[in-house]
């Protein structure tokens, strides 16, 4: 019988966890992140030690998992500092565990599942499954279809924009615009007030290669964007046209899949999902696409991918807002 992934000792023990995370923080060897010295961490203790009269040293100072003392600036730290994990007080191993469990779910995992799942409050679930879609932002922000590639742009509509009243058709829902690099096979997506040749062609400038091929449905939103392209080749959904019979590379197909699985994992898993907090949702759906097994990146290497991206993203539970605690 195979292994489990949950067995793996850094899901259950905090010093296992403690060396699985510093092995990725600090890949060439720790340094201090206050003064940035290097490789100089003495063993942090915790507590003070008991002395006698002559000084001498009765009891130690307890030995804490993972603190380390700088031994040019003399501060204590821990690799937890300056990432997703500062000032929380979960231990390393939940969160590794909640990260494993966020990675592999192809649609998400809910806050009161993971709640549950962890033996963690619904509130402290809620925050370590906002910090972590921080560490699966995109920090490149390369353009797509560099190189003349083809890049396929289409918008979506989920739950109820605030303040808006339920009318037919798509208009008081929130709008998602995707793009989908057909030959990296990544997706991005950005949360818009308002679908306009304006905000949709601003989008598309600032991420698509001025020399890739423009793929579209018939929509007049991307017609004065799409003149700026190599290319701009479009279907007509109207006319129930989904590939181009003269050109059957001529489709949006991709990037519907991407929003087929998105919807069904905001539908089926996070239900209720204030605007506030959208964009981090569609950076965990366009983490998981663009890293998914089919381009050769399994669980494993998906969840290694996000505790490499837990560098520099401390958000404070006053910047999530304290709304939206049902998502
Ligand atoms: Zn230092």
């Keep these: 019988m195979s292994k489990s992934v949950l067995s793996a000792p850094h899901f259950h023990d905090e010093a296992a966890a403690f060396a699985y995370v510093e092995a990725r923080v600090w890949p060439t060897g720790c340094f201090c992140p206050h003064c940035g010295g290097e490789g100089v961490a003495l063993p942090g203790v915790r507590g003070k030690a008991k002395k006698d009269k002559e000084g ?41 565990q909640a990260m494993f469990l966020l990675a592999s779910s192809k649609k998400g995992i809910s806050s009161n599942q993971l709640s549950r799942t962890l033996g963690v409050t619904l509130k402290t679930a809620w925050f370590m499954s906002h910090r972590i879609r921080l560490a699966m932002q ?82 007049r939103l991307y017609r004065k964007v799409g003149q700026e392209f ?26 519907e899949g ?45 969840f290694a991918l996000v505790v490499n991206g837990i560098v520099g993203k401390r958000l404070t539970y006053q910047t999530v807002g304290r709304q939206g605690a049902a998502a």
């Design 230 to 255: 190599a290319a701009h080749s479009s279907v007509n959904h109207f006319a129930h046209e989904y590939v181009s019979k003269a050109d059957p590379t001529i489709h949006t197909n991709t990037v």
């Design 56 to 96: 001498k040293v009765i009891t130690p100072g307890a030995v804490r998992i993972g603190l380390k003392r700088c031994a040019a600036c003399h501060v204590q730290f821990t690799v937890r500092v300056k990432t997703i994990f500062e000032s929380s007080h979960v231990p390393l191993h939940l969160w590794l």
């Design 258 to 302: 991407f929003f087929s699985v998105f919807k069904r994992g905001m539908r089926g898993v996070y239900q209720h999902c204030a605007k506030a907090h959208l964009h981090r949702y569609t950076t965990e759906f366009d983490f998981r696409y663009s890293n998914r097994v089919r381009l050769g990146v399994d669980d494993q290497a998906r």
């Design 138 to 219: 995109d920090g490149t922000a390369g353009m797509f279809g560099a190189g003349g590639g083809g890049v396929e742009a289409d918008e979506t509509f989920i739950g109820r924009e605030p303040g808006q009243k339920v009318r037919p058709g798509p208009g008081h829902k929130m709008k998602v615009v995707t793009l989908v690099d057909r030959d990296t096979k990544q997706a991005r997506s950005t949360v818009v007030d308002v679908l306009s040749s304006e905000t949709v062609g601003q989008i598309v400038r600032e991420n698509v290669s001025r020399e890739a091929r423009l793929l579209t449905d018939e929509s």
